[in-house]
Structures are given as C-alpha cells and as structure tokens.
C-alpha cells in the first residue's frame, strides 16, 4: 500500500544553518504530496504541497520538489530560524504520513 | 484560508464516561472528514474515515463501537469515546478535506485525559 518514508530526528540546527528533511513514498500513481508542520502545542499547518511529478511546493523560504525518478519529496531550507522549531511531517494525499522529524533550531 | 476547528479544546473525565468532540470546517464543505489519534512524539494515527451521510469506515484495530462518529452535515463530523479508559488518553486531531484543492485542513486538536 501508500506508504512514506521520513528521515528520523530530532534535528538540532543552528540559526542560518541549511536544513533538509529526507521523504520518500512508496504509492501507485502520482498522488499529491504534502509537508505539514506542527508547532509546539499547535495543531498540523499545511507547509507546502506539489501536486505533479517537477512540481516545486515553497512557502516560508521552505521548498520541496515533487521528484517522480527518485520518488522523494524532500524540504529545504537556506537559513533556519529559532521560529521553525517544530516537527515536520511529509504525507500523501491519500492521508499516508511520515513519523514526524523534530526540528529544534538554537539561537 | 479553510479553517477547521475542534471542540473542546481539552477535556478531562473520568473513567466510564463518555466525551464527544466535534470537528467543524468553518468556510468550506467536507464531505469527508478524517479522525487521527497522536501519543506523545509520534505521528498520527488515522483512526477512521468520517464521510457524510454514510457510516464512517475504521482503520484496522480500532474499535467502532468505542469510537463512534458521525458526519450528519457537510461541515460537522463527531467523535465519541465510549466508556473511556485511561488508555484513552491521547491528543485527538480531524481534518477536513476539500475536494476542489485536494488539501486536507486540520483542526488543532482536542486533548483527553481520562482518569
């Protein structure tokens, strides 16, 4: 069946640090595929999604490219902030979620 | 953008009582709803798919007669945990699909402590 892959944390970064997170899925098709970020004591946000093979999700400096080749769905970002200290969840569209990375971001 | 709110927030009860937690999606309709269970540090658990005006179709080892739902409406979808245990005790979240975007919404959850 849908399944995803995420990269284990905890995570621990420094501010301006580059941050990646590993997703890859394991789907019939070419579903839709999501990174959702809960922030402490918050519920799931939506982060970004692609929704096609070459397709390339961004908000908040975040970015992930839908990469139908290698089926990964990784988040990027350039420069962390102590504000992106949260866990990190990829998923399908057919509501397949990865098992969280938390991400603590020092100052 | 879509919202989707939980209701109560947080709930404390006691053992053999039951709580209903409602799951409204507040500018858009959903004709399906979904109810996901979280422990501590983990991710979620999707308990069952809630789809409005049929029955609701459980995942694999979760009980319908203790969590029953209901989706009466196109914006209202319910769960209730029946004569709960402590065991019980979890961080409840829904989310609400919207068809023309093909995102799920989640709302932020409902916290139960069953004592």
């Known amino acids: 069946g849908d399944s995803v892959t995420q990269m284990e944390g905890p995570v621990t970064l420094s501010e301006e640090a580059f941050l990646t997170i590993n997703c890859t899925y394991t789907?019939?098709?070419?579903?839709?595929l999501f990174w959702y970020v809960q922030y402490p004591g918050e519920g799931l946000q939506l982060l970004l999604k692609a929704t096609k093979a070459d397709d390339k999700g961004s908000n908040k400096g975040f970015e992930a490219t839908y990469r139908k080749e290698t089926t990964s769905f990784h988040l990027e970002k350039g420069s962390v902030q102590v504000s992106d200290s949260a866990v990190y969840f990829c998923?399908?569209?057919?509501?397949?979620f990865g098992a969280g990375t938390t991400v603590t971001v020092r100052a | 953008g879509a919202v989707v709110s939980q209701h109560p927030s947080w709930v404390i009860c006691k053992s053999g009582t039951s709580v209903k937690i409602e799951c409204r999606s507040l500018d858009f309709q959903a004709t399906t709803m979904f109810w996901y269970r979280q422990f501590p540090k983990q991710s979620l658990m999707l308990m069952a798919t809630?789809?409005?005006?049929?029955?609701?179709?459980?995942e694999q080892g979760v009980e319908k007669d203790k969590f029953l739902i209901n989706h009466a409406s196109l914006t209202l979808s319910t769960l209730t945990v029946t004569s709960a245990h402590p065991e019980d005790s979890s961080f409840y979240i829904c989310?609400?699909?919207?068809?023309?975007?093909?995102?799920?919404?989640f709302g932020p959850g409902t916290r139960l402590l069953v004592l």
């Open positions: 989310s609400a699909r919207d068809n023309i975007l093909e995102t799920q919404y």
């Open positions: 789907a019939t098709g070419y579903p839709s």
């Open positions: 998923a399908l569209a057919k509501l397949s």
């Open positions: 809630s789809n409005e005006g049929s029955k609701a179709t459980y």
